[in-house]
């Protein structure tokens, strides 16, 4: 069904196939879904990179130096990774 939606109508992509096929409520659901999706995956892959980076410096630095904080690593990495690619004009690039 999708495929002939698709060829029919000319969707160029699911959000569209959705608002097609379902309607305008369930793509702005379905858009809904994917953000928060997006962002707890964004969240997770941070407090991943905080709780490991901490541990691995801990090993090699035996006081507590300013660059082991966990808090700093999340910073550090949420500007080093993911704002880059928040400020892409198109999300198609990635």
């Known amino acids: 069904m999708t495929s002939d939606v698709y060829a029919k109508d ?3 992509s699911y959000q569209s196939l959705v608002k097609v096929i ?3 409520k ?3 659901i379905m858009i809904l879904s994917i953000a928060i999706y997006g962002f707890g995956g964004c969240v997770t892959f941070l407090v991943i990179i905080g709780d490991q980076f901490t541990a691995i ?3 090699f630095v035996t006081t507590d130096a300013w660059y082991s904080d966990r ?3 999340i910073t550090l990495a949420s ?3 993911v704002l880059p ?3 892409l004009k198109r ?3 990635l």
């Open 10 to 12: 000319g969707a160029d």
């Open 22 to 24: 379902y309607g305008t």
């Open 26 to 28: 369930v793509e702005m």
């Open 57 to 59: 410096v801990d090993n």
């Open 71 to 73: 808090d700093f690593v």
């Open 79 to 81: 500007v080093i990774f």
């Open 85 to 87: 690619l928040c400020l």
């Open 91 to 93: 999300i198609s690039l």
